[in-house]
């Protein structure tokens, strides 16, 4: 009887399914990160058979020795992702493993773990960013990590997501950042059409090239603003390419009926070419008003 192990997917839909001695599981990986991926309703996991292929050699290893106890948390499915190449990684879907070697912002609080000798230290905004921020309540805290050695990051279990930047530019609110390189440019800037009236509407901008790490409240939609006028609710609004031109939209009477908000509702309005990403979630849902005497 094969050993549980992970082993090339019999499915053929991923690179590697978790055996667990007895069937195939619904655990999943893709160069080196793992998730979940039911089998086929068609096929239980028994009717795929026993498997006979050897050991892959890029299968997930648990790292130091399990001192005799059993269990999917010490049997190599979540074991930390084998990726040698420098800089971010998905370790899974809300986890971000960064191998160090060069230096990065991160936001501070995020780090959840970290392996070999890393540093860090706080990151001062600057005088300009810390009056926007007492202002407009946007703004980053963040840390300056480096040295050499991989760290995690995470952020309230939201979806993590990493983008590359080649001599461009993007605008994220700043609650959605989770990371980014030391190299990029970081400001926080109005959004274009907005004032500290409508409140909210300051983002993060970040130009140049290198990656940025942002997470999103559930699966995101990115939307091609180039197709059709584009309106997102500004509490739902994640980040956007730095190009699109912007202006804000007041539904005072559709308020309630729009967003989940009470009360004033804004919008933001793109135009231009370039995307749009909206998480489907816009924050709390605000409590009506008490009216007990």
Known sequence: MTAA???????????????SGDAWTEHVADEGVQAVDPLPTHDDAAGLGEPAEPVDEHVPVARGGSGGITGDLVDGRYSESTATAPGPSLQNAKLLRVRVSEPFMARQGAMVAYQGAVNFAYQGGGAARFLKKALTGEGLSLMRVEGQGDVFLANEGYKVHILHLDNSGISINGANVLAFSASLEWNVERVRGGSIAAGGLFNTTLRGTGWVAITTDGDPVVLDAGE???????NALVAWSIDLQTSIRSTATAGALIGRGSGEAFQVAFGGRGFVIV???EGPTVPPHSHGG
């Open 279 to 281: 998480q489907p979630s």
């Open 228 to 234: 059709a006028p584009t309106f997102a609710d500004s």
């Open 5 to 19: 192990q992970w082993l090339p997917d019999p499915t053929r839909r991923h690179e590697l399914r978790y055996w």
